[in-house]
């Protein structure tokens, strides 16, 4: 049996040690005992499976609550504060530690298909902190501390028919100095195209000092990355369900300590909730930090990992794939008949499973239409997906459908309509908000569409926050400035490469994307910076569901059979993947398998060659193909790579380029 140690710091903290047996054991005194409800100050240690990640938790002399997180005995995040205000409990100062629970091993196991790794096993050490205020009203904190990083949340226990109100919550994490960040602005509410902001579509600010302000008083978004020494971190937050609003960063971190923030007041439906309010018990969403090596970042599932398992739904129509898109390139006017039934016939020629009709079908083509157009999709195996507006008075785009989501009523009519026709799935665009009854608004659509078999896929909308393993028709989520922007203006093209290779470190770390990428021709109007070898990479660096492409059928007659072939037979589902090289806006190489075939993509992110060694160990195969980018613009090349007398390889990359590898 471990014994109790007992020691004091030069703040006068009373250390009190967590157990930290994985297993059961025998205690002749419990945590409660230990803690003496009344006592108030006290510091408890949590470390994870392997030893490498410490959690300390303490309660401070003047009864405030605090948390501490060491890698490998280097602190990487400073004395941090807990708490949350609410309307009848100040659960921020007057604080008593009552008791501390036994550490207990905690392991999950789920699938899931629209993620980087399709099986996964969360392995990790919990512990609770059980509280009381001086009005005697309780908290819980509980921390799970695993190999890849550190998650808490906060339990409020007991029962109420009233609904607890929380009007502030003062987390924060505080890095050390000297530490860099990599941040993405979060837009102010009611801003943009006909007000639609937020839609977590500004570019990232890239290795910033902490404390740097942001130029948008709204903050920051998740997920937000930084590096302290070696070592970084990727906060974020998972499992909000409708009982709570999405948070953010405030824009405000005086001496690098970043603060939850909530909505602000226009993100709301109107006349319904914006800041968090329940019932109890109610437990918080989860704050994450992914800790360790930019590779531990990279090959990380926390995000899922702590999101709720999926609910009971049939799911023998959840199959993630491709998609045809013609709005992305030829914009409005491609809403017509005779262009979407050319876009269905693209699709089943390159062997994907949907087509997109975007904005409008509904007044240029007609419900009449669309079943036919369905219809003659099927024969192609080739599934459709309409585009909805998301109405509602917070935004004024004028797109239709805009009056089909609003109720339950009105929407689960729509869907059984759908469903009748054959339609797979829906795109919903234009939410513009993270408060809590538009996070409920989306939860809401998502039951609805799964209850008629119909995918989804949320545009102009908050980040997914896990959402895709608890409901598995969710296919994915824009949340990112993508394709469509580089074809508006100059300077969205200019940006693509750095912004590309950002979005494996920060957006799609954890959560699906609908970037909509590879354009291998052109763009309209628009001079791509990327090059072509770049723009078939993130064809496996990005996820996402369903991938829906921005290239059309004459644009792909263009191009190599053998480009022709691999997007044909690029995977929709990933059994699991790898980070090989990479930097946040500068380099990334991502490794993917499905089946038996390991894919190897990379991108530059900057404007000039790179010479990057490759360790491919870890595949087992011996030759493999290798498309990169060819010495005239536009142009690709395509080899054999042979790693049967050394796994590891040599690649240059052009400026701006990129390269798959199929073993």
Same mark, same amino acid.
């Given at each position: ?10 703040e ?13 054991f025998? /205690? ?5 005992? @230990? ?5 108030? !100050?006290?510091?408890?240690?949590? &470390?994870?499976p392997d ?7 303490? %309660? ?7 948390y ?21 409990a ?25 993620a980087?790794?399709?099986?996964n ?5 919990? #512990?609770?902190?059980?509280?009381r205020n001086?009005?005697? #009203? ?18 409020f226990?007991g029962?109420s ?10 987390? &924060?994490?505080?890095? *050390?100095?000297?530490t860099?960040a990599?941040? @993405? ?24 000092? %902490?404390?740097? *302000?942001? *130029?948008i008083k ?18 974020t ?7 709570? /609003? ?23 439906? *109107?006349g ?22 930019l ?26 794939g ?11 006017d491609?809403?017509v ?17 949907? /087509?997109?009709?975007?904005?409008? =079908? ?19 195996? %080739? ?12 935004? &004024? ?14 929407? @689960? ?18 939410f513009?908000?993270?408060?809590q009854?538009?996070? #409920? ?8 569409a799964a ?11 908050t980040?997914?926050?896990?959402? #895709?393993?608890?409901?598995?028709n969710?296919? &994915?989520m ?49 001079d791509?910076? !990327? ?20 290239e ?36 990334a ?8 075939? =390991?894919?190897v993509?990379?991108?530059?992110g ?6 990057? @060694? ?8 011996a ?16 080899n054999?790579?042979d790693?049967?007398?050394?796994? !590891?390889q ?14």
């Amino acid at each position: 049996m471990q014994k109790n140690n007992f020691m004091f710091r030069p703040e006068s903290k009373v250390f009190i040690w967590a157990f930290l047996l994985m297993g059961a054991f025998a /205690c002749s005194s419990s945590k409660s005992e @230990q803690a003496e409800a009344g006592t108030g !100050t006290a510091e408890a240690a949590l &470390t994870s499976p392997d030893k490498s990640i410490s959690v300390k938790f303490s %309660v401070s002399d003047d009864k405030k609550a605090f948390y501490s997180i060491s890698r490998q005995d280097t602190v990487v995040l400073q004395d941090s504060k807990l708490g949350v205000m609410m309307s009848d409990a100040d659960f921020t100062q007057g604080l008593v530690l009552e008791s501390v629970s036994e550490v207990e091993p905690v392991q999950d196991s789920y699938e899931i298909l629209n993620a980087k790794r399709r099986n996964n096993t969360y392995k990790a050490n919990k #512990q609770t902190y059980h509280l009381r205020n001086a009005n005697g #009203q309780k908290v819980d904190i509980i921390f799970q501390v695993s190999d890849d990083g550190v998650a808490f949340r906060y339990h409020f226990p007991g029962e109420s028919t009233d609904k607890k109100k929380i009007s502030k919550e003062i987390t &924060t994490f505080k890095m *050390p100095e000297g530490t860099k960040a990599w941040l @993405q602005p979060m837009s102010d509410a009611k801003t943009g195209w006909e007000k639609t902001n937020p839609s977590y579509e500004e570019y990232y600010q890239k290795e910033i000092a %902490v404390g740097t *302000p942001s *130029p948008i008083k709204a903050g920051w978004v998740f997920p937000a990355l930084f590096r302290s020494g070696g070592t970084w971190l990727l906060v974020t937050e998972s499992a909000s369900y409708g009982d709570y /609003c999405a948070t953010r960063l405030h824009a405000e971190s005086p001496g690098g300590e970043y603060s939850i923030d909530f909505p602000q007041e226009q993100e709301k439906y *109107p006349g319904e909730v914006l800041n968090p309010e329940s019932t109890l018990p109610w437990f918080t969403p989860w704050r994450i930090i992914a800790i360790g090596s930019l590779k531990t970042i990279a090959e990380s599932t926390l995000g899922t990992d702590l999101a709720k398992p999926a609910v009971a739904m049939d799911q023998s129509f959840i199959k993630p794939g491709k998609a045809s898109w013609s709005w992305v390139l030829l914009k409005d006017d491609s809403t017509v008949y005779h262009v979407q039934k050319r876009f269905i016939d693209f699709a089943a020629d390159m062997n994907w499973n949907y /087509c997109l009709i975007d904005a409008d =079908w509904d007044k240029k083509i007609g419900y009449e239409k669309i079943k036919e157009l369905a219809d003659y999709a099927k024969t192609k195996n %080739v599934g459709l997906l309409l585009w909805y507006n998301s109405a509602g008075p917070w935004n &004024t785009a004028p797109y239709t459908p805009r009056d089909k989501m609003l109720t339950r009523e009105v929407r @689960q009519k729509e869907f059984a309509r759908l469903q009748q026709m054959g339609i797979k799935g829906v795109k919903v665009d234009f939410f513009g908000g993270d408060g809590q009854s538009v996070m #409920q608004y989306y939860i809401d659509i998502l039951n609805d569409a799964a209850a008629h078999k119909l995918l989804v896929n949320f545009h102009g909308c908050t980040l997914p926050r896990g959402w #895709q393993r608890t409901y598995p028709n969710l296919m &994915t989520m824009e949340s990112i400035k993508g394709m469509e922007f580089i074809t508006f203006e100059q300077e969205n093209a200019n940006e693509a490469p750095a912004h590309t290779t950002m979005l494996p470190f920060t957006r799609n770390a954890f959560d699906p994307m609908d970037f909509t990428p590879v354009n291998l021709t052109k763009v309209p109007n628009i001079d791509r910076k !990327t090059t072509v070898g770049h723009e078939l990479a993130l064809s496996v660096v990005f996820l996402s569901g369903i991938q829906h492409y921005a290239e059309t059928d004459w644009g792909m007659k263009t191009v190599p059979a053998y480009v022709k072939n691999f997007m044909r037979q690029v995977p929709a589902i990933w059994d699991d993947s790898r980070f090989v090289d990479g930097y946040p806006g500068k380099l990334a190489v991502i490794a993917r398998k499905a089946g038996d075939r =390991w894919y190897v993509a990379g991108i530059n992110g900057e404007n000039t060659e790179k010479k990057v @060694q490759l360790d491919l160990s870890f595949i087992n195969k011996a030759k493999g193909e290798y498309i990169t980018d060819g010495n005239e613009k536009s142009s690709f090349r395509n080899n054999t790579i042979d790693l049967s007398a050394n796994k !590891t390889q040599e690649v240059t990359l052009k400026p701006n380029g990129g390269f798959v590898m199929v073993f």
